[in-house]
């Protein structure tokens, strides 16, 4: 069983930055992949960034591409998302997700954990 704790949502203005955090525990391998989605409301979750535990391979979504950073911390067994350049658009619940099977991508049914989420609101 691995339980995912997300941290580091707020309120921020057009422009600034946020470092989400989640810390997993419970056993993780590096064969594992972690994705980060968001849900805006109103609107259905949706992938941001995925990053595969075996060679740190990463991928985004277009809409954060050359804003957002994912990384992951071995040692933490955290994963981090970093956003700059935040914009209205990106205010949403967002909620990280293990894949066992390694996956990093935006399909949701392959991931088998998922944390509870948090807050960020960008306003303008």
């Known amino acids: 069983q691995v339980q995912l704790v997300e941290s580091g949502g707020g309120l921020v203005q057009t422009g600034e930055s946020l470092r989400l955090s989640c810390a997993a525990s419970?056993?993780?391998?590096?064969?594992?992949?972690m994705g980060w989605f968001r849900q805006a409301p109103g609107k259905e979750r949706e992938f941001v960034a995925g990053i595969r535990f075996s060679d740190g391979s990463t991928n985004y979504v277009d809409s954060v591409k050359g804003r957002f950073t994912i990384s992951r911390d071995n040692a933490k067994n955290t994963v981090y998302l970093q956003m700059n350049s935040l914009k209205p658009e990106d205010t949403a619940v967002y909620y990280c997700a293990v894949s066992r099977a390694g996956y990093s991508g935006p399909y949701q049914p392959n991931y088998n954990y998922w944390g509870q989420g948090t807050q960020v609101t960008v306003s303008s």
């Open positions: 419970g056993r993780i391998f590096s064969s594992y992949g």
